[in-house]
């Protein structure tokens, strides 16, 4: 990894931005005499129908609110609908949040030191760390994302045209912090050259949204003690938006490919549910992640199970948002599935989680192997790998306590470079 110290920066494109009058150079290490504190615009909130996607800004935030108490945090968000700007306020009441178009984003413009660009897929706001490096000359930084080649929906990188352009920004980061070392690798590859470049947890990690009352409710009502239920996870290789967005057409392409799929990337997490009840005293939550996976779980977890191991199996028909989603993940003795956000929500807060992924996604699942769980990291393509899954997961259910503790070593690793990593936005604040 590069080394955290900085290297020397051609910073031409801010010295004649600053020659406009557009951005004194140096205005961020300016302010800190006069008592005015460092103000931070954060980049992030991309959806609000995945409780991973409503993670990674909370989580940022907690990073923020426990390693640099004394900044002032302005949250620019793509969308923060169905009730999550509540959360956030609630949990972080001196958070600003400056919508696109609004005088508080003009004002943030004007006023904040820095930009940090939030954890996702990729980087997912090119267009707007752009116009802030274009517009304003103050320095920004990357945290925590993949760096991905083949297409997403919410990448640019693909054409060479669009890489260059990636690249071109990444370089004029003062860091970029990716979520997994296969991404890092990549950027480097093809060029990318910032002067810190390293690997930097998802935001999600530190996400401690909760909802305790309302899981308590519902473990209660659907018979699920603490400790002596375990969750799992379905997906579908894409996610099928078009079943609930209504601007989304039909993807007959990507359907096709769900349904040839879905057998394979779910016959196994059947079998762990089957073996989790008939070999421990355990039962198992079927749980959503997105809108679209309380149907997935129905028709390729739920109903195909023997009815004698339905007795003791709940299937979730309801969405949930994040707070609800972690107090209950919380209790369980681990979590299971095709998902990668519940179980780092699950590792932040030291509970055992299996990861299983398949080529279509990005690198992103590969980020197991950098905290230490790479046995807990499945890819579906591959038929031997598939076969480990079943023992993985009855390994922790029957060794709770030492699965515990595989948990909570991650947790540790992840908290420390969370430090680091804020320990470098502190550098470059002037703090």
């Not at 099928?240 to 997490?269: C, G, S």
């Amino acid at each position: 990894m590069v080394s955290m110290q900085n290297s020397p920066r051609d910073f031409s494109r801010r010295k004649a931005l600053a020659t406009l009058g557009l951005a004194p150079l140096g205005a961020a290490l300016a302010t800190a005499a006069d008592g005015t504190p460092k103000r931070v615009l954060l980049r992030s909130s991309w959806q609000t129908v995945n409780i991973g996607d409503i993670a990674h800004t909370p989580g940022v935030l907690h990073i923020l609110e426990t390693h640099l108490p004394e900044v002032e945090v302005t949250l620019w968000p793509s969308s923060v609908d169905n009730g999550v700007d509540e959360l956030l306020l609630e949990r972080f009441p001196k958070l600003k949040i400056a919508k696109k178009g609004s005088p508080e984003l003009k004002k943030a413009f004007k006023e904040c030191d820095f930009l940090l660009h939030g954890s996702g897929a990729s980087l997912v706001a090119e267009n707007d760390v752009k116009k802030w490096r274009d517009e304003t000359g103050k320095p920004f930084g990357i945290y925590g994302i993949t760096f991905p080649l083949k297409k997403s929906s919410k990448t640019t990188a693909t054409s060479e045209e669009g890489l260059k352009n990636a690249i071109d920004i990444l370089n004029d980061a003062q860091f970029v912090y990716f979520r997994d070392s296969r991404s890092l690798a990549l950027a480097k590859e093809k060029g990318c050259k910032a002067p810190v470049m390293e690997f930097g947890p998802d935001g999600a990690f530190a996400c401690d949204l909760r909802d305790d009352e309302k899981a308590a409710a519902y473990l209660k009502a659907n018979g699920l003690e603490p400790g002596k239920f375990m969750c799992v996870i379905p997906r579908l290789r894409y996610t099928p938006y078009w079943t609930i967005k209504e601007n989304r057409p039909f993807d007959e392409v990507k359907h096709a490919r769900n349904e040839e799929m879905k057998e394979n990337d779910h016959a196994q997490l059947r079998e762990a549910i089957i073996k989790v009840v008939e070999e421990t005293d355990l039962k198992v939550l079927v749980c959503p992640e997105d809108r679209t996976q309380m149907a997935v779980g129905k028709e390729m977890l739920y109903d195909p199970l023997p009815e004698a191991i339905k007795e003791r199996v709940v299937w979730r028909p309801d969405y949930w948002l994040t707070g609800e989603a972690i107090s209950v993940h919380d209790q369980s003795a681990g979590l299971f599935g095709n998902e990668m956000h519940s179980p780092i929500m699950c590792i932040g807060h030291g509970v055992p989680a299996i990861v299983c992924r398949w080529e279509e996604q990005t690198s992103k699942g590969f980020m197991w192997e950098d905290i230490g769980l790479g046995d807990w990291l499945f890819t579906t393509d591959n038929e031997d790998e598939l076969a480990g899954i079943v023992p993985a997961v009855l390994e922790i259910a029957k060794n709770p306590e030492a699965a515990r503790k595989k948990a909570a070593k991650a947790r540790a690793f992840v908290e420390k470079r969370q430090k680091e990593t804020t320990d470098q936005l502190r550098i470059e604040l002037g703090l």
